[in-house]
T-cell receptor
Framework: GNSVTQMEGPVTLSEEAFLTINCTYT??????LFWYVQYPGEGLQLLLK?????DKGSNKGFEATYRKETTSFHLEKGSVQVSDSAVYFC????????????FGTGTLLAVQP | EAGVAQSPRYKIIEKRQSVAFWCNPI?????LYWYQQILGQGPKLLIQ????????DSQLPKDRFSAERLKGVDSTLKIQPAKLEDSAVYLC?????????????FGEGSRLTVL
């Protein structure tokens, strides 16, 4: 069945460091891919998305490219800030039913000043 | 714009007791979701409503869980009787419609502890 695997955390970085959080997926058909973020004390919110192969989603300095050949959707940011500290979830939308999301286990990012 | 509201934020109960969670989605959102998030795992969809009809409840443990959205707005999720393994955060989310390109708006969640 469809599934999402993301790297385990926590990931601890210093401010201005480069961030990569790995995400790979297994799916039939042509799913859409998402990154959601959960800041402390808040609900999950959509960070970025990509709906077809080779699409790049971007928002708030974060980027992720939909790679069908490697079934990956890695999240990157060139220079993290303390305010980026949160839990990041990779998610997959089933083909034909985009809003039914399958989530990864989440990766906690802690950015130190 | 008001977000998705959930209550209570925290609930502690004994096993075999019952509990109910309430959700008020964003105004105008036709689709409502309940997710279960067990510690260390990603959210798992329990049930999805479109207006007041159920679209998908294939992962809802129907022997103990029930949910309703009677007037197509607010929703209630009930667990009766609760088991230890039901300890989790219950997330409510809403979206404009079924095919809203994956943007779900989540509430802060209701954390359930079953002792």
């Amino acid at each position: 069945g469809n599934s999402v695997t993301q790297m385990e955390g926590p990931v601890t970085l210093s401010e201005e460091a480069f961030l990569t959080i790995n995400c790979t997926y297994t799916a039939t058909g042509y799913p859409s891919l998402f990154w959601y973020v959960q800041y402390p004390g808040e609900g999950l919110q959509l960070l970025l998305k990509a709906t077809k192969a080779d699409d790049k989603g971007s928002n708030k300095g974060f980027e992720a490219t939909y790679r069908k050949e490697t079934t990956s959707f890695h999240l990157e940011k060139g220079s993290v800030q303390v305010s980026d500290s949160a839990v990041y979830f990779c998610a997959l939308g089933k083909s034909g039913a985009t809003n039914k999301l399958i989530f990864g286990t989440g990766t906690l990012l802690a950015v130190q000043p | 714009e008001a977000g998705v509201a959930q209550s209570p934020r925290y609930k502690i109960i004994e096993k075999r007791q019952s509990v109910a969670f309430w959700c008020n989605p964003i105004s105008g959102h036709a689709t409502l979701y309940w997710y279960q998030q067990i510690l260390g795992q990603g959210p798992k969809l329990l049930i999805q409503f479109q207006n007041n009809g159920v679209v998908d409840d294939s992962q809802l443990p129907k022997d103990r869980f029930s949910a309703e959205r009677l007037k197509g707005v607010d929703s209630t999720l009930k667990i009766q009787p609760a088991k230890l393994e039901d300890s989790a955060v219950y997330l409510c989310a809403s979206s404009l419609d079924l095919r809203g390109a994956g943007e779900l708006f989540f509430g802060e969640g209701s954390r359930l502890t079953v002792l």
